[in-house]
């Protein structure tokens, strides 16, 4: 089970962390990612990281601006986001994959949290 929160209503410039609790498995050996849904659009690729935490990817919309961490003894993902800007604002999912890997493709994501709300006023 995967539970997202830290979602909100910022303004842009603003930051936020978002984390993900997983529970039920053995955290360290899933790869997890981040992903995102905005208003009429599809789901879109946001950050991944390796069980480990040793390789990381980012949406080229986010590089340099968020951070995607894990804390293997908290079974807790993690996003930090700093300068937000109104294009982010959507629902965030954590997800899990059973490859290890960073990997960037939402098909290869087994599990899925409940997603958290970004709204970023410009």
């Known amino acids: 089970q995967l539970q997202a929160c830290g979602g909100g209503l910022v303004q842009a410039g603003d930051s936020l962390r978002l984390s993900c609790a997983a529970s039920?498995?053995?955290?360290?050996?899933?790869?997890m990612g981040w992903f995102r849904q905005g208003p009429g659009k599809e789901r879109e690729f946001v950050a991944a990281?390796?069980?480990?935490?040793?390789?990381?990817n980012y949406a080229s919309s986010v590089k340099g601006r968020f951070t995607i961490s894990r804390d293997n003894a908290k079974n807790t993902l993690y996003l930090q986001m700093s300068g937000l800007k109104p294009e982010d604002t959507a629902v965030y999912y954590c997800?899990?994959?059973?490859?290890?890997?960073?990997?960037?493709?939402?098909?290869?994501?087994?599990?899925w949290g409940q997603g958290t709300q970004v709204t970023v006023s410009s």
């Open positions: 039920g498995r053995t955290f360290s050996n899933y790869g």
């Open positions: 990281i390796s069980w480990s935490g040793g390789s990381t």
């Open positions: 997800a899990a994959t059973a490859s290890l890997f960073a990997i960037t493709s939402d098909l290869q994501y087994n599990y």
